[in-house]
């Protein structure tokens, strides 16, 4: 892969950690308030409201929790501009380089990217 494209997709990676944010924020208040609509015998008055908030709970609450997988799963973007520059490396490799090397690596990397970005 070529750097601007390792780069864009690291700021794609960055913005969709961001999304996911404020959809767990969003759907976490959605929740509460079904949930509050739910359990209060005020608001649902009859049988047809209580099933029309429980449905509409467990629809949000699912969405929810996949929000919150595909937040855990998904790398930020220096996670991935480091994966991607040691993909080519072995285990072996890795345990065989110094802490300054593997620094100096990352900073060429990120020096690279900064270049690229300059550029556009």
């Not at 490396?89 to 065989?96: A, E, N, S």
């Amino acid at each position: 892969m070529i750097i601007g494209k390792i780069y864009y997709l690291s700021t794609m990676l960055d913005k969709l950690n961001v999304l996911f944010f404020v959809l767990r924020i969003v759907l976490f208040v959605v929740c509460c308030i079904f949930t509050a609509c739910f359990l209060d015998s005020s608001v649902a008055s009859s049988e047809d409201d209580i099933k029309r908030y429980g449905k509409s709970l467990r629809i949000s609450g699912i969405a929810l929790v996949i929000v919150i997988i595909l937040s855990i799963v998904t790398p930020n973007k220096e996670d991935f501009l480091i994966i991607s520059m040691t993909k080519d490396y072995t285990t072996q490799q890795v345990y065989k380089m110094t802490k300054d090397e593997i620094k100096d690596g990352i900073d060429y990397f990120v020096n690279q990217v900064n270049k690229v970005k300059k550029g556009y």
